[in-house]
């Protein structure tokens, strides 16, 4: 029995690319600027003994002020971080997780349907 030819391999891998970029730009096109939205991430991945093979993306905490100041044509950044923890409500205490903290420029730069 023989193996997968070149030709198929490269298909595979060509289809992968297609449908992976389509799937990339399918999302978040709901915004009235997504065409002019960008994200730029760091992707870290390291392997823990316990929990596996393990990613995030981050970017560094001073990039935001650099990518404003050197590129004239960036018209505004925003950070976002995923975070848990406690906080205080109406005088009870709670465990949140899956909250994210954000620039203040984050709700400018996007058009989400929010609750008045």
Known sequence: MQGPSRFGSFSVFENHMYFKSLYELSYDRYHENAMDIYRVVTEIAYTNASTG???????PMPLKSAIEGDFPEVLSAARIEGYS???RFNDQIHFEENLFLADQEFLEMFTFPLLK
């Open 53 to 59: 093979e393990n990613v995030w993306n981050c970017m």
């Open 85 to 87: 923890g406690v906080g």
